[in-house]
């Protein structure tokens, strides 16, 4: 495992250069990135292999009967991404028929995204994260396999999540969910129901002013939702602000507590757009790595509780450090969780779909950092 001065190395480097392309490897950094390639490889080829089967096979539910799109829709992104065909087209045709709504007598959730399905249940309620990760996953699939009608349902999916849109309190947000039951939309949003980069990507592509509007809208939100230690607010809840007017406070987490995974997953939303917010929250996960924690107190930056980071921290900082371009902490990041991917490629069914999907995503991001 790499000493904790080379994390502090990587975190400084990361934290005083202006680009993460610039970021040079320490002195006393064993071992590069590509030296992880062939144990990336293989590790990822066999739990792609498993996952694989999960999914030809029908076997993707939770131990409570339902199938969550997150999950469904990661692997979506995943499998678009390494170019399996059959698997893409089976997890494509399950949101198509199940997860994507296109109701003639309901016009308006047209493109809404059901958060989970199990056979024979009506949805009770939209969702946006799994909106962006569906969308995202037909977006890539439409390239990878030159399939154009893809790219129209990924439209159809974001057209659905920019009507979750709405202002409250004076503030533009993306409400959380919408309620097929009582026809109401939550009163409030999380991070992770944003994605700026992606809808950029696509308005820029498609030419379309209103992605872009609502790109700049959604930049706008994460901007807004850095807390004093450089981490990321997982809610926005616009109404909270009339308990303390004088604070301004609408961006919060439960108790000030941040989950480092999803300031992460959320930070990743950005690296495009404003980089600077992705490469704090990595520097601030570097300085501490040699005892990372899975939650940290937003003002002080403090470990809240004694739980340590665990393979979903790991991947999702892998992930991260990837889409900066910074080889150095990517390879930190990867020696250390080297020994977790092996216990869980091992132990799939244990782990459950969302965590694969995760490592799945992570040692890919890996791999392609390598190839850059």
Request: charged share 20%.
């Amino acid at each position: 495992m790499l000493r904790s001065a080379t994390a502090l190395g990587a975190a400084a480097c990361l934290a005083s250069v202006g680009s993460p392309s610039a970021i040079e490897a320490h002195p006393e950094q064993p071992y590069d990135l590509a030296h992880f390639s062939p144990r990336l490889k293989e590790l990822r080829d066999r739990l792609h292999v498993k996952i694989r089967d999960w999914v030809m096979r029908g076997r993707l539910a939770r131990a409570d009967g339902y199938l969550y799109t997150i999950d469904a829709a990661q692997l979506l992104v995943y499998f678009a991404r390494v170019g399996d065909a059959e698997a893409y087209t089976a997890l494509r045709a399950h949101a198509q028929k199940n997860l994507i709504h296109d109701d003639r007598d309901d016009p308006y959730t047209k493109g809404f995204v059901s958060w989970r399905w199990k056979s024979a249940e009506k949805p009770d309620a939209s969702g946006t994260t799994e909106a962006l990760r569906v969308a995202r996953g037909l977006w890539i699939g439409a390239k990878t396999f030159n399939r154009p009608a893809d790219a129209d349902l990924a439209l159809s999916v974001l057209d659905g999540y920019a009507r979750h849109g709405g202002i409250d309190q004076g503030m533009w947000m993306i409400r959380n969910y919408f309620s097929f039951g009582t026809r109401s939309f939550a009163p409030n949003s999380f991070l992770v129901d944003y994605d700026p980069d992606f809808i950029h990507e696509v308005a820029t592509e498609q030419k379309s002013a209103p992605l872009s509007k609502l790109a700049d809208q959604c930049y706008a939100v994460i901007k807004m939702a850095v807390a004093p230690s450089d981490l990321l607010y997982d809610i926005i809840q616009p109404e909270v602000a009339t308990l303390y007017p004088e604070l301004n406070l609408k961006a919060f987490s439960p108790n000030d507590v941040i989950q480092l995974s999803n300031c992460c997953a959320t930070a990743m939303t950005v690296a495009g757009g404003i980089p600077a917010i992705p490469r704090k929250v990595l520097a601030f996960a570097l300085t501490r790595f040699s005892d990372l924690r899975a939650y940290y107190v937003g003002r002080t930056g403090e470990p809240y509780n004694g739980k340590s980071a665990a393979v979903s921290e790991y991947s999702v900082l892998a992930r991260l450090a990837a889409k900066l371009n910074a080889d150095l902490p990517a390879a930190t990041i990867a020696d250390r969780a080297m020994q977790d991917w092996i216990w869980s490629v091992d132990h799939a069914q244990e782990m459950g779909v969302f965590a694969a999907s995760e490592i799945l995503l992570a040692m890919q991001a890996l791999l392609d950092l390598c190839r850059a």
